[in-house]
T-cell receptor
Framework: DAGVIQSPRHEVTEMGQEVTLRCKPISGHDYLFWYRQTMMRGLELLIYFNNNVPIDDSGMPEDRFSAKMPNASFSTLKIQPSEPRDSAVYFC?????????????FGEGSRLTVL | GESVGLHLPTLSVQEGDNSIINCAYSNSASDYFIWYKQESGKGPQFIIDIRSNMDKRQGQRVTVLLNKTVKHLSLQIAATQPGDSAVYFCAENGAAGNKLTFGGGTRVLVKP
């Protein structure tokens, strides 16, 4: 398996623009997670899905952020409008059994810079 | 692609020596702990996990120790190699509504 695939790897955009980050989880994994990593706050969970259904989005910073999982092999994280403070590395991860019984497999991340 | 902070605690280790990375976790109700390794420009990678009914678990060149009394977790790496240079994160499952919460990380630098 190719692992979790994220795109784009790098995105530079201007404040106010819409940003869409994409993720393809490992086939067969029922859980998908979106994390954000910054120098100040470390790794933060934004939202996670189980069987394509959003379970907990309490980590999503504000209404400018939204995530979807239309099918088992694809998820998007959208920021509209983007702001400079959204600059971070966004990771997607998937797992077979969630947190308590298995490891999370992370993608290589999407580095977002908002100017 | 640097993806973690510049002000992380740093452990410098001579190649071939053993490394010990420490982590204080926050929630006494946490019952599952994981160590992750993150190399520059990559996502975190699972190393080893341990449940609260154990106090020690060994993998290949790595050992995790859990001390529930003082809420302390450590990762020992035997015969540290240049490829072990990375940032290491501990994670616990009980700190935020049973979600996996990551610690701040420790940077390990292996000197040849």
């Amino acid at each position: 398996d190719a692992g979790v695939i994220q795109s784009p790897r790098h995105e530079v955009t201007e404040m106010g623009q819409e940003v869409t980050l994409r993720c393809k989880p490992i086939s067969g994994h029922d859980y998908l997670f979106w994390y954000r990593q910054t120098m100040m706050r470390g790794l933060e969970l934004l939202i996670y899905f189980n069987n394509n259904v959003p379970i907990d989005d309490s980590g999503m910073p504000e209404d400018r952020f939204s995530a979807k999982m239309p099918n088992a092999s694809f998820s998007t994280l959208k920021i509209q409008p983007s702001e400079p403070r959204d600059s971070a590395v966004y990771f997607c991860a998937s797992s077979l059994e969630g947190w308590n019984t298995g490891e999370l497999f992370f993608g290589e991340g999407s580095r977002l810079t908002v100017l | 692609g640097e993806s973690v902070g510049l002000h992380l605690p740093t452990l410098s280790v001579q190649e071939g020596d053993n490394s010990i990375i420490n982590c204080a976790y926050s929630n006494s109700a946490s019952d599952y702990f994981i160590w992750y390794k993150q190399e520059s420009g990559k996502g975190p990678q699972f190393i080893i996990d341990i449940r609260s009914n154990m106090d020690k678990r060994q993998g290949q060149r790595v050992t995790v120790l859990l001390n529930k009394t003082v809420k302390h977790l450590s990762l020992q790496i035997a015969a540290t190699q240049p490829g072990d240079s990375a940032v290491y994160f501990c994670a616990e499952n009980g700190a935020a509504g049973n979600k996996l919460t990551f610690g701040g990380g420790t940077r390990v630098l292996v000197k040849p």
